[in-house]
């Protein structure tokens, strides 16, 4: 079962924006706050792409270049989720997003590969569409 637990996706027009959420879900055994947090997606026929991630202690931020000045990563006030609002949508954003935790020894380091994420969670369908 994912220990990660996406929602926000949707259709959504070129332009437009949306927010989505990652948590822990019922079956996790581990607390969100302990751990970097980052974004992928998957587009159909793609590879998995690393989008944002966010560290654990002092919550930097770093992005993709596809992606940067348009998604911004965040956490809530007791790190319990991690938000990551996209804005000016396009069509080339259509994809799967996953969100994925990970322990690292350096509480300021943030993962850019997929193989150093520890949980994951099932994904949130994105579609930017006409």
């Known amino acids: 079962q994912a220990q990660l637990v996406e929602s926000g996706g949707g259709v959504v027009q070129p332009g437009e924006s949306l927010t989505l959420s990652c948590s822990t879900s019922t079956f996790a055994t581990f607390s969100l706050n302990y751990y970097g947090v980052g974004w992928f997606r998957q587009a159909p026929g793609g590879q998995r792409e690393w989008v944002s991630c966010?560290?654990?202690?002092?919550?930097?931020?770093t992005y993709g270049d596809a992606v940067w000045g348009r998604f911004t990563i965040s956490r809530d006030n007791a790190k319990t989720t991690v938000y990551l609002q996209i804005n000016h949508l396009q069509p080339e954003d259509t994809a799967v997003y996953f969100c994925?935790?990970?322990?690292?020894?350096?509480?300021?380091?943030?993962?850019?590969?997929?193989?150093?994420?520890?949980?994951w969670g099932q994904g949130t369908q994105v579609a930017v569409s006409t």
């Open positions: 966010i560290s654990r202690d002092d919550d930097r931020a």
């Open positions: 994925a935790a990970g322990y690292w020894r350096g509480g300021d380091y943030c993962a850019r590969s997929a193989g150093e994420y520890h949980f």
